[in-house]
């Protein structure tokens, strides 16, 4: 090999030598610490979205490892999400919980490190969106996805629609007292209350100029429009928040008011007509305390105003009662008591009747009414009169059935109308000899009867014309005729007109031993 040749070998070993010693002693040296110098990127420059449905995530964006665990639990998505959030901002599981149950959209602002987050939620059907933004507090702005947006103004329009056709009047009022916004209701209102420029201007009209200072909660407030009109509303007041801020609320009582007017002048009217009954009237609301009384009650039960005036109950109402001895006393009065006040047994619009007989002789009928509101109206009526005429009418009319049954000859007595008011037990058997018929109860039935056990006689149709008012022998009162039975035995009928224009029967049969001619002698004296 040439010389030259073997000189470049020579060198070219040596140099390769040379840079395989020097790398295997920077290997073998220790490493310096490195340090990145580059600012990592921002994890949250733009929105994090979460589709949920049905408590499903069922749509996610990317990057969202810090905020829910991967894999990701689809199923358990809501729950998680919602824990890592809480830890972060106050309240998010309460807003979660009214989104998911009231669709009530929310915002909730945290911090995150050094960046300013905003978590925004809103639903639409069965889909529930959360969006997960960050904040530039210098710019006070926030990164929103048109999704997120599109649904914060649809409810923004929901709301707005909802507070303008409402009834109510709504309004803001600022810690002065000025109304910074109204729905469409009060500012209608407003032009009835203030004219028609009362909306034209800034700030609007305040109907209600005293509420700045009024406390929270629910109050009347009578207001007088331009035409001089009354007009009443509660008043709903809420608490003044951090910035002095309120939310009013005014509902019409106009309806109510006059409804109210119209029941005092009913009440004070049937309290009038009440005053002047001679029935007792107690009346009970649904407490079974007293309502409403009327003088006769007092009356005739006793008991003083001022005792009916401090309302009783009614179980105390049957004790003063009976201290006064104004009830009868049953054996067991308590079960007495609690049985007669409990009216649900008696359906409403039913009655409830109860006679009391009082030791003093005198009677009451107690009616008890209750009502489908669950009131109950005792009356009491004094019927002591009453049962002393019904007693005299029964000794009466017992009387003159022992005198009745006294006579030998049969009598019936019938009214006006032929209804059979009496006969006694020698009537009774008339037509039982041929027909073994009872007596009938009418006139003409009893005719017809008796006819059977008699032989035929004109007498039969003069004493129907005679019942009917028809004039029949030569117009007389009282007459009378033979009758021949079917064994030869002669009656004598007597038709007697009694007052009031009913008619009395007699039938007195003939000894055996009058001879037939003395019989017609006296039949045609009678006649005479």
């Given amino acids: 090999m040439p010389e030259p040749i073997v000189l470049v070998s020579v060198v070219l070993c040596g140099i390769t030598s040379g840079l395989i010693a020097s790398s295997l002693a920077l290997w073998l040296l220790p490493k310096p610490k490195q340090t990145n110098l580059e600012t990592p990127p921002d994890v949250l420059t733009e929105p994090r979205k979460f589709l949920f449905r049905n408590g499903y995530l069922v749509e996610h964006s990317e990057n969202i490892g810090f905020f829910l665990a991967t894999p990701i639990d689809h199923l358990k998505a809501w729950d998680n999400l919602q824990d890592v959030l809480s830890e972060m901002a106050d309240g998010v599981a309460d ?11 929310f915002r909730a602002d945290f911090q995150m490190g050094q960046d300013q987050v905003t978590v925004l939620g809103a639903r639409e059907g069965n889909d529930i969106l959360i969006t997960v933004s960050p904040g530039d507090e210098t710019q006070r702005s926030i990164r929103v996805d048109l999704a997120t947006l599109a649904a914060l103004e649809e409810e923004k329009r929901l709301l707005s629609q909802a507070a303008d056709t409402s009834q109510v009047l709504s309004w803001t ?5 000025q109304v910074t916004w109204a729905n469409a209701a009060y500012q209608t209102f407003a032009e009835t209350y203030a004219g028609p420029d009362a909306n034209h201007g800034w700030p609007l009209v305040s109907i209600f100029p005293c509420e700045a200072d009024a406390p929270s909660g629910v109050s009347r407030r009578k207001i007088i429009d331009q035409s001089g009109k009354a007009h009443w509303f509660e008043l709903r007041s809420s608490a003044p928040d951090s910035t002095g801020k309120r939310f009013m609320h005014a509902q019409t009582l106009d309806a109510i008011i006059a409804a109210e007017g119209s029941l005092r002048a009913f009440t004070q009217t049937m309290t009038k007509t009440f005053a002047y009954l001679p029935t007792g009237l107690a ?21 003083d105003a001022a005792f009916l005036s401090r309302r009783p109950h009614l179980f105390d109402f049957f004790d003063a009662l009976r201290e006064r001895r104004q009830l009868p006393e049953p054996r067991d009065y308590k079960k007495w008591r609690e049985s007669l006040a409990d009216m649900s047994r008696v359906e409403p619009g039913g009655t409830y009747r109860e006679r009391w007989s009082l030791p003093g002789g005198k009677t009451y009928c107690v009616t008890g009414r209750p009502q489908a509101d669950g009131a109950v109206a005792l009356m009491l ?12 009418h029964r000794e009466e009319r017992d009387a003159l ?3 009745l049954e006294g006579l030998d000859e049969a009598v019936l007595v019938f009214a006006q109308d032929g209804r059979r008011l009496a006969a006694n037990k020698a009537a009774e058997v008339l037509p039982s000899d041929q027909s073994g018929a009872d007596l009938p109860d009418t006139l003409d039935d009893c005719v017809s009867a008796l006819a059977k056990a008699f032989q035929p006689s004109p007498a039969w149709g003069d004493l129907r014309s005679f019942a009917r008012g028809d004039a029949t022998r030569d117009g007389a009162a009282d007459w009378s005729d033979m009758l021949r039975r079917h064994n030869g035995r002669e009656t004598e009928l007597k038709v007697h007109r009694l007052t009031g224009g009913g008619v009395s029967l007699g039938f007195a049969d003939l000894p055996p031993a009058v001879p037939f001619l003395e019989a017609a002698a006296r039949r045609a004296n009678t006649r005479a």
């Fill in 283 to 303: 009346i009970f609301d649904q407490d079974r305390t007293l309502a409403m009384f009327n003088p006769a009650l007092m009356d005739m039960t006793g008991l």
């Fill in 95 to 105: 807003h979660f919980t009214n989104l998911r149950e009231f669709g009530r959209t």
């Fill in 381 to 392: 009526e004094d019927v002591s009169a009453d049962i002393s005429a019904t007693r005299a």
């Fill in 173 to 177: 009022a600022d810690k002065d007292g």
């Fill in 401 to 403: 059935h022992s005198a």
